[in-house]
């Protein structure tokens, strides 16, 4: 399975985002919020990538403390359904699945 491009969804109930990711970008869209991030992605290997946010619509806070920042990404583990990334920046460190829906 490819999981450097398609649309995956969070595993989580919590994370109703759809990520939709080309092999150069991603753009994570939230179905109930609207809240649509827009980041770059630079692949080091097969399973690292350095994603950077590049833009962030409808967040209802200030965002330009976030344009800019990147997040270290690598995949830990796969399956058929989907992977399991850690993704750590000075903001975040964090597990999390997703399951490729397209």
């Keep these: 399975?490819?999981?450097?491009?398609?649309?995956?969804?969070?595993?989580?109930?919590?994370?109703?985002?759809?990520?939709?990711?080309?092999?150069?970008?991603?753009i994570e869209i939230n179905p109930i919020t609207?809240?649509?991030i827009y980041s770059s992605i630079k692949w080091e290997?097969?399973?690292?990538?350095?994603m950077t946010y590049t833009k962030i619509l409808n967040y209802p806070e200030g965002t330009s403390h976030m344009i800019g920042?990147?997040?270290?990404?690598?995949?830990?583990?796969?399956?058929?359904?989907?992977y399991i990334v850690h993704?750590?920046?000075?903001l975040i460190d964090?597990?999390?699945?997703f399951v490729k829906v397209e």
């Design 34 to 36: 609207k809240v649509e």
């Design 1 to 26: 399975m490819n999981y450097r491009t398609g649309k995956f969804n969070y595993e989580l109930e919590n994370r109703p985002e759809l990520v939709i990711r080309t092999d150069s970008t991603q």
């Design 45 to 50: 290997s097969d399973c690292k990538y350095i």
């Design 94 to 97: 964090n597990i999390l699945g």
């Design 69 to 82: 920042q990147k997040i270290n990404v690598e995949i830990i583990s796969t399956d058929s359904d989907g």
């Design 87 to 90: 993704a750590k920046s000075p």
